[in-house]
């Protein structure tokens, strides 16, 4: 796949070289050479990151800052490349247009730089599809759950209210709920009540129901 995507890019420079020689005029020359130039830049960046980009995917099994880092360069090269390729394609357009003599040069460089805009977007397609699930977003969620894992560890450490009441029920095991209210009457009812709950989700306590009355205690 990577030796027809080259030849696609030699066979558009060839024949875009030819057309450079047989215009004439030479102000249409000049803008032509530019757009030319320009083309041959953006694909050898893109060429040049891509091939880093596959490289940082083949050593790593899981992406690291510098493969995601790559894979966004990548991806605006990919742009930029796509960018020049239209701007060529408007450009031969507008010659095709003006041409009075033979037109086969252009029409074939058009071709080519088609079949090779046609590719590009291919790949990339394909590329999306067969992304592996360990992107940037995976990457920075395992990061959080290793966070919230070290976290639970160190929860008695902490000074927020949850934690607050947190150790406070693991001093005072099956408390009841008024008296955790009367200990934090500093709080609100509310804050108290909506830490309890949170507790209860993230297990790090269980309720146990009397009658009316709810006695809490580590879990």
């Known amino acids: ?12 420079v060839i024949l875009l070289s030819k057309l450079f020689s047989a215009t004439e005029d030479r102000f249409l020359k000049q803008k032509l050479h530019r757009k030319l130039t320009y083309f041959v830049f953006a694909f050898l960046e893109q060429y040049s ?6 490289f940082h995917n083949v050593i790593s099994a899981t992406k690291s800052d510098n493969t995601v880092q790559c894979e966004h360069v990548a991806q605006c090269q990919d742009k930029a490349l796509l960018n020049s390729i239209n701007s060529l394609l408007d450009y031969l357009d507008y010659l095709a247009y003006i041409s009075k003599g033979n037109a086969t040069p252009l029409f074939l460089a058009q071709r ?20 592996p699930i360990t992107n940037a977003k995976f990457a920075f969620n395992e990061r959080e759950r290793d966070s919230s894992v070290q976290r639970k560890k160190n929860f008695g450490m902490g000074t ?3 934690e607050r009441i947190f150790n406070y029920i693991k001093k005072t095991p099956d408390v009841r709920t008024k008296e955790i ?12 009540k909506r830490s309890l709950k949170e507790l209860l989700d993230e297990g790090f306590l269980r309720k146990r129901s009397d009658g009316a009355a709810v006695y809490y205690t580590c879990g």
Request: glycine share 0%; no cysteine; aromatic share 6%.
């Open 1 to 12: 796949m990577e030796r027809e995507y080259v030849s696609k890019f030699t066979n558009s």
């Open 49 to 54: 990151i891509s091939r880093e980009h596959r």
């Open 160 to 162: 927020t209210n949850k």
């Open 112 to 131: 080519n730089l088609l079949k090779l805009k046609l590719h590009i977007l291919r790949q990339n397609k394909k590329e999306k599809t067969e992304r």
């Open 181 to 192: 209210m009367s200990e934090f009457s500093a709080l609100s009812s509310r804050t108290v």
